[in-house]
């Protein structure tokens, strides 16, 4: 089968406006108990059927009796009631007999004799009763329609005599993923395979939807295969997602399936990640082709199969809260696509600052360590660095506040920091962007950061980080504060195989090399050492390919996909693989100083200095921390 053609690329809210137009199947209501309604959403209007209390009932413990009998009743005229005569024993919750108009607690009687009390005070008609109705009358209006059921609602209406309620069906949603690459999570794996996540993502949203998810099993790339499985889902949910075979491949089957079975009605939205989404139907019920990558299924799930689940249980969801923030970094962005920018989020004085974090529609982490997402609109070529933005928040603004926003280099001890400051310190966070030091040494200039880690060679004396913050920040007050320092060497597969023992030997044996980004300390140490073995970065095969990370080069190494990387021992550990050592380095923290007077910063020096952080960075090797937490 050849390749198809996109169909459409319609602006996203006409695609919907049309998605919901075309389809015919509509929500629909189920009776089910009160008690088991938590959660879903009312169908009409749930009005009482009884008052709630459906008598008069005593307030208190104490004695129900006539108001009249009392009156007169002071500390020195007390007077003194017979039982039985005068009153009757009555316990919280008892009914009142008519003839009885008031109750006084147990706490104002003088015991006397065994059927006899004294009061020392008159009491007023209705005094400590609740009369009928009090809470709920009958034929009172308990909850409106379209409304989400509440646990104290499930209370309000058992009180009111409500024991069954129309709510609206939620829709079962089938969920097909497709793909021969496809695996189930804890299979072994081989080169070519993926794990099968995106289907379990699509579950989980579906349920916080409102939906009931119904995951079929993973379908090769197979025409027929996927064409009976989507006869059979159609039979059995309310609507049909197709994960992946969306695009216009020779093995994306799709939408010629959908067409085939009903009717293709869009192919294509000007969204981005996400263009290749197909909605259509298959015997009235809506069927989304959804794109594999999994950040474009994201945000085709939020964008368009939440609002359709939201049409079938008669809720809408509230809009995100949105936030007015500064962009760090410039935006591009094509007149072609409506984007979704995945952002980092922290007020650095009195400036919430919001930076970009990777595109990729396969970045699934973007979407982990996101505290919001910028929407570029299609009329928007691109928006230049500390432009004002609209961020929607997929985070509390509250925590945000509580974060500590760290942009510089990368180092393993940056996350295993994060993780400390949130178990000991509860409401802290740290939020890292790994730009390298250059980048953090930008962002401080720039007023964007709160600390900057930073490892950053002077080619011309050997010191470590001070002449930069000298060279760039001379016009700011800034700190150092001292973390570790760490050897940094080559890293190699296990056993080094290709016996690689220097720089020198990437050039002359031409070793496949795997390179940090511009402006990466680890990258000027490379640089630094070339121009002294007088080596030109043409001659280093991969010198051009960038990597964000220490980890992410020891990937590239550990996949066989370059035969060694420049990084840290700890990232070299983790990966199980060799390592050769060039140097020892100074990985610090560079900080403006009066951001050291913040609580969070100092709750970061307090975990700095905590013996579980040093005690993982033994664990990790290559470390040297004697001045940890100093500042210089």
Not at 160 to 175: A, D, T
Not at 187 to 199: A, C, E, M, Y
Not at 295 to 322: C, D, N, P, R, T
Not at 612 to 627: C, I, P, Q, T, V
Request: with cysteine; glycine share 8%; net charge negative.
């Amino acid at each position: 089968m050849g390749q198809n053609l996109y169909l459409s690329n319609y602006e996203l809210n006409e695609a919907i406006k049309i998605l919901f137009e075309k389809i015919e199947e509509k929500g629909s209501y189920e009776e089910i108990d009160t008690e088991k309604t938590c959660g879903r959403i009312t169908w009409e209007p749930i009005y009482s059927v009884i008052s709630s209390p459906f008598y008069n009932c005593s307030a208190m413990d104490g004695i129900a009796l006539k108001s009249e009998s009392t009156y007169g009743a002071s500390e020195k005229n007390q007077v003194e009631l017979k039982e039985g005569e005068d009153y009757i024993v009555v316990d919280t919750g008892d009914p009142i007999p008519r003839e009885y108009d008031c109750v006084i607690m147990v706490e104002d009687l003088i015991g006397n004799k065994e059927s006899s009390v004294k009061i020392y005070k008159s009491a007023v008609a209705w005094q400590n009763i609740r009369p009928l109705g009090e809470d709920i009358v009958e034929n009172q209006l308990i909850i409106p329609s379209n409304h989400k059921i509440r646990p104290v609602d499930i209370g309000a209406m058992l009180a009111g005599g409500v024991n069954k309620v129309k709510v609206y069906k939620s829709p079962v949603v089938g969920i097909i993923p497709t793909g021969t690459e496809l695996v189930e999570p804890g299979s072994d794996l081989k080169v070519g395979d993926i794990i099968d996540f995106n289907s379990r993502v699509f579950s989980a949203q579906v349920l916080e939807f409102g939906g009931v998810p119904k995951r079929y099993g993973i379908l090769k790339d197979d025409y027929e295969l996927i064409k009976n499985t989507l006869i059979k889902a159609v039979e059995e949910c309310d609507i049909v997602l197709i994960n992946a075979g969306s695009s216009a491949g020779r093995e994306d089957y799709t939408a010629d399936v959908i067409r085939e079975l009903g009717e293709v009605f869009i192919h294509g939205v000007a969204i981005k990640p996400g263009k290749p989404v197909i909605m259509g139907k298959v015997k009235g019920k809506a069927v989304i082709g959804i794109p594999g990558y999994p950040v474009s299924a994201y945000f085709v799930m939020e964008s368009v199969v939440k609002k359709l689940i939201e049409q079938y249980i008669g809720f809408e969801g509230k809009e995100l809260k949105k936030v007015n923030a500064i962009i760090s970094r410039r935006v591009m962005s094509s007149l072609k696509y409506h984007e979704f920018v995945r952002i980092k989020l922290g007020y650095v004085g009195n400036k919430l600052i919001a930076t970009p974090l990777t595109r990729g529609a396969g970045a699934t982490m973007s979407l982990v360590r996101a505290d919001g997402i910028l929407e570029v609109p299609q009329s928007v070529e691109g928006i230049e660095a500390g432009k004002q933005v609209e961020v929607k928040l997929l985070k509390e603004e509250e925590d945000i506040r509580n974060t500590i926003v760290c942009i510089g280099s990368h180092d393993p001890i940056i996350d295993i920091l994060s993780d400390l400051i949130h178990v000991k310190k509860k409401d802290y966070y740290l939020s890292s962007a790994h730009v390298g030091s250059m980048g953090g040494i930008m962002a401080l200039r720039n007023g964007e950061t709160h600390i900057a880690p930073i490892h950053l060679l002077d080619m011309e004396n050997g010191e470590y980080n001070t002449s930069y913050i000298r060279k760039y920040l001379s016009d700011k007050n800034i700190k150092l504060i001292k973390c570790v320092k760490r050897i940094q060497g080559l890293m190699v597969q296990k056993g080094n195989p290709l016996n690689i023992n220097s720089i020198k030997d990437i050039a002359e044996k031409n070793y496949r090399f795997v390179n940090r980004q511009r402006g990466a300390g680890t990258r000027l140490l490379l640089d630094y050492n070339l121009k002294k073995l007088n080596i030109n970065p043409k001659e280093i095969i991969g010198y051009e390919r960038e990597e964000y990370t220490h980890l992410s080069v020891a990937a590239a190494v550990r996949s066989g996909d370059a035969d060694c990387g420049l990084g840290v021992y700890s990232a070299a550990k983790m990966m199980n693989l060799g390592f050769i050592p060039i140097c020892n380095e100074e990985y610090d923290l560079a900080i403006p100083h009066e951001y050291l007077e913040l609580d969070i910063i100092k709750g970061l020096l307090e975990i700095m200095k905590n013996k579980e952080f040093l005690k993982e960075l033994e664990k990790l090797g290559g470390y040297e921390y004697s001045e940890v937490g100093t500042i210089i």
